[in-house]
């Protein structure tokens, strides 16, 4: 007997080692196109990058995406928290050389690292509500515009014969 194994067809698939090589270059490829486009690189820019097409990244990338399950919203938010904070010392490191532009970027990221505080809060809780103060009722209409006696004149008239003498 020999040790020589011949193929059982010649289109057989390749062995298992290379399958595995081949199946982790591809992944590496997907995250790292991932990553790319998470960093702020176009889809043109990373296809130039790991030389391939723009239609080869896109569909890398929406592999990447479908497989990543969400984060729960307080685990997203401390992600976020903490990129905002790495930007916040980024802004004011260049407010601090003098860089005017820099202000803008620094009021964005504490109007952003804000919402994401004020929503680790939770919903601002309901206050209690007290009864309003008792108002007096308002008067009937008919006795807020009832005439005068004839012998008095309305106050109006009297303040302007008072003016006149």
Known sequence: MTDDRAPSSEGASPPRGQRRVRRDVRLARRERCFSLMASGY?????????QSSVATVR???????AERRLDAPERFQRVQVARLTKALRLAEAAIELGE???????LRVIAALDRY????????P???????PLSLP????????APLADDDPPPAEQAV???ED
């Open 59 to 65: 569909r890398e990338i929406d592999r990447a995406l």
């Open 100 to 106: 005017l532009k820099a202000v803008a970027t620094y």
């Open 42 to 50: 176009s889809f043109h820019q990373i296809g130039r990058i790991v």
């Open 117 to 124: 505080h004020e929503a680790a809060k939770g919903p601002p």
């Open 138 to 145: 308002r008067p009937p209409r008919a006795l807020t515009f």
């Open 161 to 163: 014969k008072g003016a």
């Open 126 to 132: 309901l206050l209690p509500t007290e009864p309003r």
